[in-house]
């Protein structure tokens, strides 16, 4: 039962960072943080086994967004990604592990992308190429469609236990 508990609350806290990146192009540490030690806590609860890729991934998913984001600074002198975009795919690398986090940046790019170029077609305007766009939303679809295969299986056996 407290399986759907966490997922619940990780489905509920990442929905609350797409919409609040959507609306301000922000990431608040309140909300990326409980989501990075409640993946921890779940796999320390719930599948010990799990714990040190959990672990992994927040650490490494960190790491390549905190080096992708200082590369850029350092070659453009100015933010092209932000520390909660970082923040987030550690949360996202605690849920999913480590293995998941390329898919997890490629489908968030992909969508990233191709929603820019609808955008910029719709609208017949290439200045929009160049504004800033929030990249939480494309994260946390990205982390959505990894998840069925993470909490599947756990969501599964809880049901099975229910009934």
């Given at each position: 039962m407290t399986t759907l508990l966490f997922i619940t609350f990780y489905h509920s806290?990442?929905?609350?960072?797409?919409?609040?990146?959507f609306k301000t192009g922000l990431?608040?540490?309140r909300f990326t943080c409980p989501l990075l030690w409640g993946g921890v806590i779940y796999y320390l609860v719930h599948n010990d086994d799990?714990?040190?890729?959990?672990?992994?991934?927040?650490?490494t998913g960190y790491f390549c967004f905190w080096t992708v984001y200082w590369a850029f600074r350092l070659w453009?002198?100015?933010?092209?990604?932000?520390?909660?975009?970082?923040?987030?795919?550690?949360?996202?690398g605690a849920w999913h592990g480590w293995e998941s986090l390329s898919t997890i940046v490629f489908?968030?790019?992909?969508?990233?992308?191709?929603?820019?170029?609808?955008?910029?077609?719709?609208?017949g305007?290439?200045?929009?190429?160049?504004?800033?766009?929030?990249?939480?939303?494309?994260?946390?679809a990205a982390g959505f469609a990894v998840s069925c295969g993470?909490?599947?299986?756990p969501a599964e056996q809880v049901i099975t236990t229910l009934l």
């Open positions: 806290l990442s929905i609350r960072l797409a919409w609040i990146d990431l608040p540490d799990f714990l040190s890729a959990s672990v992994t991934g927040a650490v453009k002198g100015y933010e092209g990604l932000g520390f909660g975009d970082v923040k987030l795919l550690a949360a996202l489908l968030a790019a992909t969508g990233g992308l191709i929603t820019l170029l609808v955008a910029s077609m719709i609208s305007r290439r200045k929009i190429v160049k504004t800033p766009q929030p990249f939480g939303p494309f994260l946390v993470t909490f599947y299986a």
